[in-house]
C-alpha cells in the first residue's frame, strides 16, 4: 500500500463546475495535511493545510479532513482554466521526527 | 523577501559523475528538505536538515548526501550518477524541525546521460 493514494487523473472538469480531489493516507498518526498545486514546469505552491476533521473554506478553496477513513480532500468551486494544474496532497507522516510524504499528484484540466 | 533559491536551474552530466546543487532557504527558515521528483510522480522525500544535522533520510542510497551550513543554505551531492537520477530536484525550507508549511524552490532540472 502507497503511504499517499491520488487518482492521477487527469479529472476534466467544465468552468464553473466544482472540481473534487480525493487522497488516501496510510499513518493512522497522522495530525497535519496539506494540498500543493504544481503548475507543469514549475515546483509546487502549497495552497491549503488542515489539521482537525471537518471542512475548512478559503476562498475557492475547501479542504475536507476525515481521520477515521484516512481520508482528506480538496473541493475547488467556479473552476477556472487557470486552476488547471496537477494537485498534490501530502501528509506529515509521525514518528520521530516528522517527514512529509507526497502522492503522486491528479492532475486537473478545466476546460472553457 | 527572498524566497527559496536554487542553483542551477538545469544540469546535464553522465553517468559515474557526481553533482552538488545549492539551496538557500526562505529568509527566516532554518530547515532544508530535498525531494526528488521524476516525470509525473510525486515529490520523493531525500532527507531533512536542522541545526546542521541530518534528521530524517528517506529510502534513497548512500550515494545521496548532504550538508548544511551555518547560514542554513544546503547542498546535495549525488555520486556516481546513474541514468534513473534524472529527476526535478527540489529544495524545501521551513521554520523549526517541524517539516510543516514547505516553500519550495523553482528546482534544479538534472539530466543525466
Known amino acids: 500500500q502507497k503511504e499517499v493514494e491520488q487518482n492521477s487523473g487527469p479529472l476534466s472538469v467544465p468552468e464553473g463546475a466544482i472540481a473534487s480531489l480525493n487522497c488516501t493516507y496510510s499513518d493512522r498518526g497522522s495530525q497535519s495535511f496539506f494540498w500543493y498545486r504544481q503548475y507543469s514546469g514549475k515546483s509546487p505552491e502549497l495552497i491549503m493545510f488542515?489539521?482537525?476533521?471537518g471542512d475548512k473554506e478559503d476562498g475557492r478553496f475547501t479542504a475536507q479532513l476525515n481521520k477515521a477513513s484516512q481520508y482528506v480532500s480538496l473541493l475547488i468551486r467556479d473552476s477556472q482554466p487557470s486552476d488547471s494544474a496537477t494537485y498534490l496532497c501530502?501528509?506529515?507522516?509521525?514518528?520521530?521526527?516528522?517527514?512529509?510524504?507526497f502522492g503522486a499528484g491528479t492532475r486537473l484540466a478545466v476546460h472553457p | 523577501d527572498a524566497g527559496v533559491t536554487q542553483s542551477p536551474t538545469h544540469l546535464i552530466k553522465t553517468r559515474g559523475q557526481q553533482v552538488t546543487l545549492r539551496c538557500s532557504p526562505k529568509?527566516?527558515?532554518?530547515?532544508v528538505s530535498w525531494y526528488q521528483q521524476a516525470l509525473g510522480q510525486g515529490p520523493q522525500f531525500i532527507f531533512q536538515?536542522?541545526?546542521?544535522?541530518?534528521?530524517q533520510r528517506g529510502n534513497f542510497p548512500d550515494r545521496f548526501s548532504g550538508h548544511q551550513f551555518p547560514n542554513y543554505s544546503s547542498e546535495l551531492n549525488v555520486n556516481a550518477l546513474l541514468l534513473g537520477d534524472s529527476a526535478l530536484y527540489l529544495c524545501a525550507s521551513s521554520f523549526g524541525d517541524s517539516n510543516e508549511k514547505l516553500f519550495f524552490g523553482s528546482g534544479t532540472q538534472l539530466s543525466v546521460l
Open positions: 488542515i489539521y482537525s476533521n
Open positions: 529568509s527566516g527558515h532554518d530547515t
Open positions: 501530502a501528509v506529515l507522516f509521525s514518528g520521530g521526527y516528522n517527514k512529509l510524504i
Open positions: 536538515y536542522y541545526e546542521e544535522e541530518e534528521r
